[in-house]
């Protein structure tokens, strides 16, 4: 296939829809913000908009459609979220039953489709200023672990909030506050620095999902809301029926990452 | 009855509750935000909260409460939204039906309430850093203009952005603009900034709500998003029932200002 750097959001989108690309979207269409998606039915639709509102460190939204419509508006105009992300979960009563590569024959009416930042918005903001992302420079994927804070419930949804965790040299501790507060719409500033015990982290070297990654001598770990709390939350509610993207196989949009840089 | 300087904010929702004080709330209990309320029933919650996460400037959600509920969590530790404001408006399809100072015999199982933010908050933070507040100093009520600007539709929810004006010294612009962005939850940065044409604004001495206020030669005005908007984009949808407080007469919040100023 073409190469597939340097082309725009739509151009990729289109590769997607037409099945041609299938693998994880990080590092693709670099400067634009990618998204997480949760589709779920409208009688759900309340208590997860509100979930979002009452939490929205984890839970930041983009985009939310109109009950039963599937293109976009605001992220990228005419977007088709059935068929323009790599890869679909679909979970019922809280249990994954399959992986699909697009959800046009699963589509209903009452469908609400929710689209969330990414904290790759703020990790590409992070290395520009030289702060360094471990776990890109390791190759591997960001670890994530259940904390003890707990989220605030709304309606069915409740549960703990879970965090990646970026080991910061000293000296650039303040500055990666500073820079991840700007991106308040990609999870925004950290929740927690320093001791992981504090948020009821027991070993690092342990996340509940990722990859554990190195920590230097003079770095301190500090702790940012994470996406996957939301489909965590979700899997804990066990709605009838919910629809997801795969982690790593992003909605891309046409937003670039610095106009979600304003307050 | 007794000063009412210098209680605290559950002090004040006390005399409130009890009937004693039925004035407006600007200047009472200095520091703490203050929110506006609007109650709909349960079948035009959904539209309204999308309407309000897709247009955060006009606005600001601080608190939603649980279908049903009336009791504050957030703001306030077990304040009654039914009794705790000093005078409320019956809005029936759209048309103010009565004011009253209390809604316990109102209520309904199905009721939503939002809690909006008010630009006291800013306006606190502009007077600290000696930027005037003319309708301030003129003891007048902020002149409010209706904008050619859309809001995002959401629903049955749609209508143009309503802007409050200050006139701000021309070489503190830059400095307003910084302040208030640090309030996102309170309306946030301005709007617009100078030629009140641009935004499909006439005449700066007819405003559409309040009053008129007296511009220096060396100042130029400046536009923030209103707390006026949903209350009429609301009008504009008609629900069967709505209730929201009296403008003006707001309810007072245990949250500081400076605890909303955060990113």
């Known amino acids: ?18 099945g041609t690309w299938d693998k994880p979207t990080a590092g693709l269409a670099l400067g634009y913000a990618q998204a997480n998606l949760v589709i779920l039915p409208e009688r759900y639709a309340f208590d997860f908009l509100l979930f979002c509102q009452r939490n929205p460190k984890p839970c930041p939204l983009l985009e939310v459609l109109e009950p039963g419509s599937c293109l976009t508006t605001f992220l990228a105009s005419g977007a088709d979220i059935r068929t323009d992300l790599p890869l679909y979960r679909i979970f019922k009563r809280g249990k994954l039953e399959a992986t699909v590569e697009e959800i046009k024959d699963l589509w209903q009416e009452d469908f609400v489709s929710f689209l969330l930042g990414c904290s790759f918005s703020f990790e590409e903001a992070l290395l520009r200023a030289k702060i360094p992302v471990r776990h890109i420079e390791e190759k591997k994927n960001v670890p994530m672990y259940i904390t003890n804070i707990p989220c605030k419930a709304a309606g069915v949804f409740h549960g703990p909030m879970v965090t990646t965790m970026r080991p910061i040299p000293q000296e650039k501790v303040i500055q990666a506050v500073q820079i991840t507060s700007r991106y308040a719409s ?3 500033s950290p929740v927690h620095i320093g001791d992981p015990s504090a948020i009821g982290i027991k070993n690092l070297e342990l996340p509940d999902f990722g990859d554990p990654v190195s920590i230097g001598k003079n770095e301190v770990p500090v702790f940012w809301a994470c996406g996957v709390t939301p489909q965590a939350v979700i899997m804990e509610a066990k709605p009838d029926l919910c629809i997801t993207h795969v982690p790593g196989y992003m909605f891309i949009t046409e937003i670039l990452n610095e106009e979600l840089a304003v307050f």
């Open 1 to 18: 296939m073409e190469n597939i750097d340097g082309l725009s959001p739509k151009e990729i989108r289109a590769l997607i829809r037409k």
């Open 186 to 188: 990609v999870h925004g």
